[in-house]
């Protein structure tokens, strides 16, 4: 018999710049980096393998999406970098989707957590297995009274550690003692894990919501090792009824294997890089994302007539539909959540509104629900600059960023590579001046971590190198007359070299905030100086 949905409900308020968003590639991103800059062996980035542009801004809040209304599972909303058509025919939108949070009545419902931990041998690096088992034994004594709990463990094969059982005050402790006890094993089986871990969730009571949930470095080396053959099971279990998110640990994860697992199985795929941080999570992330509200969201993106869609950053090969709209596959969607898409836009002249989003989903019961839209007009804003979008538009292009000086440095073009991630360390440095946010102090981090590993490459003493990121003095910085010229100088450089939304924001910036009182033609003089 077909089992209902069981889904894991919010169980605490979770923070709010974390809350309901896929940020795996950040962090995993923020581990191999740390890792590789305390180690001595030979670096080799690999954010061209490991980093999805789509997913990597997911890490920061956005506090200024617009909410659902009352009734409404899903809101989406659109906004342009900038009101008035760009100079040199090309803008930016931002398009994004946002759901709803909990209800009073989600909140009450019965949980139920069937856990898969990775006990092998490979689970003894990096503490992995030691975090692992302290997270659970936190997550274990803040679960509310009544939670279901089981937990199975495999290495070469599953082992069961604890059956179904509602946590009381008097087996709570014993629970716990049972995870202290945990040894590590032999190899991977990830096949045999999730079929006990299914096992043991379809032995929970009828009507609670619950969620698979596997704890793991991904590296499948027994059994059913191919991604897809282990993710055809998280799909065919999902088609029952039974959802599943994974957790990858440590900075040598498998993020391929347990992405798949993950996005069959209608979950999301996490990172944890110790055990504070996984403890965390299980404590109020993964209680807050796993709530549905919305199945299958798709979205339509359509351009007016003399405009075109030039890029959807992170979604370059979305396919278009008969009319010729690009549509984007969202996915299932829990409370809390976010998608944020940026589009480049080419040749919108003097189209109020040259783009058009047409969102459409089925609630959780999967019911069809009315279609959104949103084609917001660029001039409805009065300020000359939308610092939100201008602030993503960054964070798309860093991502871009890291991605082709990984390439780049894999195909032996280590000079290209730091010349690419110095120029937007710098980009990134003068955005710090405008945003409010603290999301370019950290990407400068990023940025100035990446360039030492790279000098490091080539040889440079690093003892002279600092990742240290100063913050510019906003009134220093955009009212000094000589600044101003330097950085027109840098905005244009940084033009020619770094990818993506850059090109757009620096004729953007130049104009809004460095606008100049005579000639051009200094301006021109002095980035041909500094060239």
Known sequence: MTRPARILVLLLACLAAACGSKNASYYVTQKQLDHALES????????DETLRVDEYINAFAQDELPAPGEGEALALSMAWLQPGAAKNGRTLAQVAVKSRGATREERKVTLGLSFVLDVSGSMRSDDK???????????????????????VLFDDA??????????????????????????????????????????????????????????????????????????????????????????????????????????????DFYFADKAETLAKFLREELRSMLIPVARGAKLRLSAVEGARIRRVYGYENAPRDESGAIVIDIGDLDVDNWRILMVEMEGTGDAAAPLRA???????????????????????SSEPLNRAVARNAVIFA????????????????????LDLITVQLANTQVAMGWDDTGAMAKEADTLAKTRLLLLRTKGVDLERASAKVEVPED?????????????????????????????????????????????????????????
């Open 40 to 47: 001595d062996l030979p670096v080799q980035l690999a954010f």
């Open 129 to 151: 297995l030691t975090d692992s088992l302290k997270a659970l034994e936190n997550a274990v004594l803040e679960l509310p009274t009544g939670t279901w709990f089981s937990l």
């Open 158 to 267: 599953s082992h069961l550690a604890i059956a179904p059982v509602a946590v009381t005050a008097e087996n709570r402790e014993s629970i716990v003692a049972t995870i202290r006890n945990v040894q590590p094993g032999g190899g991977t089986n990830i096949e045999e894990g999730l079929i006990g871990g299914y096992a043991q969730m379809a032995k929970f009571p009828e009507g609670i919501f619950s969620r698979l949930v596997l704890l793991t470095d991904g590296k499948s080396n027994v059994g059913v090792t191919n991604p897809r053959e282990l993710a055809k099971l998280a799909e065919s279990e999902y088609r029952e009824g039974a959802r599943i998110s994974t957790i990858g640990l440590g900075h040598d994860v498998d993020e391929r294997v347990l992405r798949k697992i993950a996005e069959d199985g209608s979950g």
């Open 358 to 380: 047409k969102l459409s989903y089925a609630d959780a019961a999967g019911a069809a629900r009315p279609a959104l839209a949103a084609a917001t007009k660029r001039g409805d």
């Open 398 to 417: 860093n991502a871009m960023a890291l991605k082709d000086a990984s390439r780049l440095q894999r195909e032996g073009k280590v000079n290209e590579a």
């Open 475 to 531: 009134q220093g910085l955009w009212n000094d007359a000589n600044k101003k010229r330097l950085l027109r100088a840098a905005f244009r450089i940084g033009e020619q070299l770094a990818p993506g939304p850059w090109g757009i924001l620096v004729g953007v910036f130049a104009d809004v905030y460095l606008a100049e009182d005579g000639e051009e033609g200094s301006d021109r003089a002095l980035f041909k100086g500094t060239l």
